[in-house]
Each structure stands twice: as structure tokens, then as C-alpha cells.
């Protein structure tokens, strides 16, 4: 099938020119007085002219746009003066995604996007907005039924967990600061009003400027878990063939179709939280996942152990988890809570030195120390679970690593083939002790991601790398 782009391409491509013509408009800013009469005719000329140019070369860009593919090749033609052809092998393509956001609705286009093992992991391989029609024969065929579907529960729970506050505090800004651009400053102002008031009034005995602080905190993880709720809800996975089409969204609708033998890893994700809820979130690292630039790489959202086994074993038998095979040094503990105990020392060793400097600032001190102790004592325990949790193992052809990064536990599923290095590190204390460390670096778009699995007996390891138990 051969199509151009949705018309909608035409605003895409005038909208990257846009600054060649904002720049001219503010040029023109600078010819005032009667003098100039002569100089502002020409250059409201020669604004228009840029303006049809513009709107020709979009216009044209979009008429020689060309897409065609079929079940084994997609081609796709652009270019005005030097013409380019891409060809991209069906069956080299790992993620195929479908983006449909609410405004495009109305007018029957959508976002279709191509991304592939080679590609950049910033952005896409090929994006472009395309007719909701012109895909259904790639995607459409295989959104009849689901072999699993998220209740509200799990997906508010994943919600819960994943939301940073820091995301949803610079939407906020973002959006109060063009709404102040729109609307003028004063809206801004009597918002940040209304937040100082809100801190005044309910600071229940903490500094106001420590109130406000923590009333932003707590907004951005509010509008981040909102965004997050509505990015998954709905969700659904069904397993045909090679590959699992993934569907969800309300506000922006997505299709993703993962190529399965493209996947780099899987990674089953846990925090303190999910830990005592006897809760497992199962994420797929490929191609086109970025979670920052509103792709999803959910794959189960919210299971407990039995569950995310059992759907893990109807969607993915090839990467399933094996059982512990090599765990951690009984000594190892003192590495596992070394820089959190280095970190707490040093906040309780200043916080009297601050104190002492600037006694007028004693109570915001105090409430500052305390504030940033709570995320250290959370990292201590996450490091004594992962002490507990952490080991390897390798089974039917995929290494399991288990081990721990930042707040979270992680288990990464790795098939034989994707991963790119296996590394035994020592340092000198190690060497002494027969300990190493153990990475395995997974190859994911043109860059190496490291899992590593700390304090191994160092015999051990080898032979697990060397002989391959299976």
C-alpha cells in the first residue's frame, strides 16, 4: 500500500520552521518612526513571502512524503531537492507503535512510530502522523482479545509506586507558567498565593517555608500518579505469535507490537511498598521503551508471585525467572550497608555544626535533617532486602540477576543472546577474600545497560559463566 502522511504532516513540518519566521516578526519590531515608512513596507513583505515560502516547502514536503509497506518491507520516500528512500525489513523491526492522543481523534490521524535494535534510544526511528485506517491491516487484526487485562487495583497500584514527584512538579511549573503567558502573570501569582496560604494555615507546627516544600511534593506526586493512572489504564496484552501487542490509554490511546526475539530484558521491579504487599511489576526492556517520553514498558503491572508467574508463562515461556543458583557471601552484609551508614553519619555529624553557624535557622535545620534521613534509612533498607535477595542463576539459555539500584529490587531476565559481556570484578579487598562482583551488560539501541550482582564467591562464579549449568 502506498500512502502520503495525514494533511495534519503539513502543520508538523511548518511548525520546525516556525522559528525562522518569529525571528523575522521580531525584526520587524525594531523599524518604528516615520522615517522607516519605506523599510516597514518592505519587510512586511518580505514577512509574508517567507510566510508562503513556508507554507509551499510544508505543503510540498508533504506531497512527496510516501509510505508504503506490506507484510515484509517497509519503504518509506521523502525529500524535495535530494530524495531519500528507507528501507526497513518487516521482520527487523522491534516495536511498532500506534499513538493515537485525544486531539487527534477528531480528525482520523494517529502517530505511527518505528523503532528499531539499531536506532537511537532518544527518539524513534520514524515517526509520522498517518490515517487510523492506513494501519489497520498491521495492527489491526491482532486487537480482538486480550490473554491479559489489569484490573483498576493493579493498575493504581503500579501507579502508586512508579510516580516521582519531581516529573509532575515541573508539568506543573510548565503548565502555570504558559498559563501565565496566556492568561498574564497575575493567574500565576494567585496561585502560588493560594499554595503560600494552604502552607501558612495547615503547617501543623513545621516551618512554613518546610510546608510549602512539602505541599509541592506532595501535588507533584498527585498529578504524576494521575498521569501515570491514565497512561496504563486499560491495559491489556495479547500473545500472537513472534510477538505481544500491548494496548492502553485514555487520554492518549497506544498500540505497541513488540517483536519477542528483540527483547534485550525483562525486569521485575519490587520496592519496599510492593515488598510488603507480596506485589511483583514486570517491565520489558527493548527497542522504542522510554518511559520519559510517554512510551510504555509495562508488561504486568501488579501481580502477586503465583499470578505473575502464571501469566509470565502464557506470554513470555521463553524468559521466565529461574530459581537462585548463586547467592551472596554470608560477610557481605557490611558492603551492602556501607554508604548508607557513610550518608547517615555525615547528615547526623553536620546537622550540630549547621546549627551552630545559624542558630536562627535551628528549627528549619533540624526539619531539613530529618526530611533527608528518611530517604536514606528507606535506601538502608532496601539494601538489607537486597542482602537477602540478591544472586544469580542461569537456566534454559537466560541469566537471572537479582540485585538492587537506587530504591528498587530488581530482577533482569537476559537471554543468552542478547547478553553482549559477562565481567568478574575484584578490588583488592575482594581478592583477599575471594569475592567478586559480577555484571552482565544486555545490548539495548546502540548502548550496553550493566546489571550487577554484588559479593559472589569468586570459584563459584566461574564456574557458573564457564560450564553454563544447562
Not at 252 to 268: C, E, G, Q, S, W
Not at 304 to 326: C, I, Q
Amino acid at each position: 500500500m502506498n500512502k502520503r502522511p495525514h494533511p495534519i504532516y503539513i502543520l508538523w513540518v511548518f511548525f520546525r520552521f516556525s522559528l525562522i519566521f518569529v525571528l523575522s516578526l521580531m525584526r520587524r519590531l525594531f523599524v518604528t518612526g516615520e522615517s522607516n515608512v519605506n523599510s516597514g513596507q518592505s519587510s512586511l513583505w518580505f514577512d509574508l513571502s517567507l510566510l508562503c515560502m513556508l507554507i509551499t516547502i510544508s505543503i510540498a514536503k508533504w506531497l512527496l512524503y510516501n509510505i508504503e509497506y506490506s507484510a515484509t518491507l517497509f519503504t518509506i520516500s521523502k525529500g524535495i531537492i535530494k530524495r531519500r528512500t528507507i528501507f526497513i525489513p518487516a521482520s527487523r523491526v522491534a516495536v511498532l507503535s500506534a499513538v493515537r492522543p485525544w486531539y487527534m481523534r477528531p480528525l482520523g490521524a494517529l502517530l505511527l512510530q518505528i523503532d528499531t535494535c539499531g536506532g537511537s534510544y532518544s527518539s524513534a526511528d520514524f515517526v509520522v502522523p498517518v490515517y487510523a485506517a492506513q494501519v489497520s491491516g498491521l495492527m489491526g487484526e491482532y486487537s480482538l482479545t486480550g490473554s491479559y487485562r489489569a484490573r483498576p487495583w493493579q493498575l493504581a497500584a503500579l501507579s502508586m509506586v512508579a510516580s516521582n514527584s519531581f516529573a509532575g512538579i515541573l508539568l506543573i511549573a510548565t503548565a502555570i507558567g504558559q498559563t501565565g503567558r496566556l492568561l498574564g502573570p497575575k493567574v500565576a501569582n494567585r496561585f502560588f498565593g493560594s499554595l503560600e496560604e494552604l502552607a501558612r494555615l495547615a503547617r501543623f507546627g513545621i516551618p512554613p517555608a518546610t510546608a510549602l516544600v512539602g505541599y509541592m511534593v506532595l501535588l507533584g506526586w498527585s498529578v504524576a500518579f494521575l498521569l501515570n493512572l491514565q497512561r496504563h489504564s486499560r491495559f491489556s496484552l495479547t500473545r500472537v505469535n513472534h510477538h505481544i501487542l500491548m494496548q492502553a490509554g485514555a487520554l492518549v490511546n497506544r498500540r505497541t507490537l513488540f517483536h519477542i526475539p528483540d527483547i534485550a530484558y525483562l525486569d521485575i521491579r519490587r520496592s519496599i511498598p510492593t515488598v510488603l504487599l507480596g506485589l511483583y511489576s514486570v517491565f520489558v526492556a527493548t527497542a522504542g521503551c522510554r518511559g520519559e517520553k510517554g512510551d510504555i514498558s509495562t508488561l504486568i503491572p501488579s501481580e502477586r508471585r503465583a499470578g505473575m508467574d502464571k501469566h509470565l508463562a502464557r506470554l513470555l515461556p521463553e524468559l521466565l525467572p529461574s530459581p537462585v543458583s548463586l547467592r551472596c557471601t554470608k560477610g557481605a552484609i557490611v558492603r551492602f550497608l556501607s554508604l548508607p551508614l557513610l550518608l547517615l553519619c555525615v547528615i547526623l555529624a553536620s546537622s550540630p555544626i549547621l546549627i551552630r553557624l545559624s542558630p536562627q535557622l535551628e528549627d528549619f535545620i533540624r526539619f531539613a535533617t530529618l526530611i533527608v534521613i528518611i530517604p536514606i534509612l528507606w535506601y538502608g533498607i532496601i539494601r538489607v532486602l537486597d542482602y537477602f535477595y540478591t544472586g544469580v542463576s542461569f537456566r534454559g539459555g537466560v541469566y537471572t540477576l537479582r540485585y538492587s539500584r537506587g530504591f528498587y529490587l530488581h530482577t533482569a531476565v537476559i537471554p543468552l543472546n542478547k547478553a553482549a559481556l559477562v565481567t568478574l570484578r575484584q578490588s583488592p579487598l575482594q581478592q583477599r577474600f575471594g569475592q567478586c562482583d559480577l555484571s552482565v551488560y544486555s545490548y539495548l539501541e546502540n548502548r550496553l545497560v550493566r546489571h550487577t550482582v554484588l559479593s559472589l564467591d569468586r570459584m563459584k562464579a566461574e564456574v557458573l559463566i564457564i560450564q553454563n549449568p544447562d
